[in-house]
C-alpha cells in the first residue's frame, strides 16, 4: 500500500524559510515524479510543483517559482520542498503527491503556517 | 490558465440515492485530462476518475465519470456511507488546476 508522509510543517514569520520532507513507502520512488500541492484555507487546491523520478526536470507555478525549491533523495525514499521568502499567501496544508500532474496518491498534509 | 467551476458547492442527499456532480472548465480540456479526486477530512485524497471517465485502481463501479470538451461529470449511483466527503476536478495538462470542490453531506 502507497503511504506517503510529510513533516516539517509549521509556523514561520514572513521572509523565513521552511523545509517539508515526504516519506513515501510502499511503492519504488525512484521511478515516479512526484509533486506538492496545498490548499490554502477556503481556497482551491493550487498545485505548486513538481519534480522528474530521477530529479533532473523539475517545475514550479508561477506562485512560488524562484522562492521554492523542490529536490528529492532517491536513497532515503524522501522528497523534498525548501520554501524560503514565505508570504502569508504561502499558508496552506501542503500535500506531497505521487506522479508528476495527475496524481494517484496524496499524503494527509502538513501545515504551514506564515504570520507574525 | 484553465478555470474549474464545480456545481453544486453543497449536495445533501442520503445514502441510496443518486449523486451528480459538475464541473465546468473555462476553455475545452484537449486529451482528456481530467480527472476527479475524493477527500475526506483528515484522510489522504483519493483519485476515483481519470482521463474523464477511467475508473482508478480499486474504485468501486458506482463511481463514473463522463463528459466531453469542456462539461464532465462525475456520478456516483447509490450513495455508501463512505461516499459523504469533498469531490475536486482537475485538469492536468501542464499547468494543473482543481475546481473549488463539491461538499456530499447526509442529508
Known amino acids: 500500500e502507497v503511504h506517503l508522509l510529510e513533516s516539517g510543517g509549521g509556523l514561520v514569520q514572513p521572509g523565513g524559510s521552511l523545509r517539508l520532507s515526504c516519506t513515501a513507502s510502499?511503492?519504488?520512488?525512484?521511478?515516479?515524479?512526484m509533486s506538492w500541492v496545498r490548499q490554502a484555507p477556503g481556497k482551491k487546491v493550487e498545485w505548486v510543483s513538481a519534480i522528474s523520478a530521477t530529479g533532473v526536470t523539475t517545475y514550479y507555478a508561477d506562485s512560488v517559482k524562484g522562492r521554492f525549491t523542490i529536490s528529492r533523495d532517491n536513497s532515503k525514499n524522501t522528497l523534498y520542498v525548501q520554501m524560503d521568502s514565505l508570504r502569508a499567501e504561502d499558508t496552506a496544508v501542503y500535500y506531497c503527491?505521487?506522479?508528476?500532474?495527475?496524481?494517484?496518491?496524496w499524503g494527509q498534509g502538513a501545515l504551514v503556517t506564515v504570520s507574525s | 490558465e484553465f478555470v474549474l467551476t464545480q456545481s453544486p458547492g453543497t449536495l445533501s442527499l442520503s445514502p441510496g440515492e443518486r449523486a451528480t456532480l459538475s464541473c465546468r472548465a473555462s476553455q475545452n480540456i484537449s486529451s482528456f485530462k481530467l480527472a476527479w479526486y475524493q477527500h475526506q477530512p483528515g484522510q489522504a485524497a483519493r483519485l476515483l476518475i481519470y482521463?474523464?471517465?477511467t475508473r482508478a485502481a480499486g474504485i468501486p463501479d458506482r463511481f463514473s465519470g463522463r463528459g466531453s470538451g469542456a462539461d464532465f461529470t462525475l456520478t456516483i449511483s447509490r450513495l455508501e456511507p463512505e461516499d459523504f466527503a469533498v469531490y475536486y476536478c482537475?485538469?492536468?495538462?501542464?499547468?494543473?488546476?482543481f475546481g473549488q470542490g463539491t461538499k456530499v453531506e447526509i442529508k
Open positions: 503527491a505521487k506522479g508528476q500532474w495527475l496524481s494517484d496518491n
Open positions: 510502499g511503492f519504488t520512488f525512484s521511478s515516479y515524479a
Open positions: 482537475q485538469q492536468y495538462g501542464s499547468s494543473p488546476t
Open positions: 482521463g474523464v471517465s
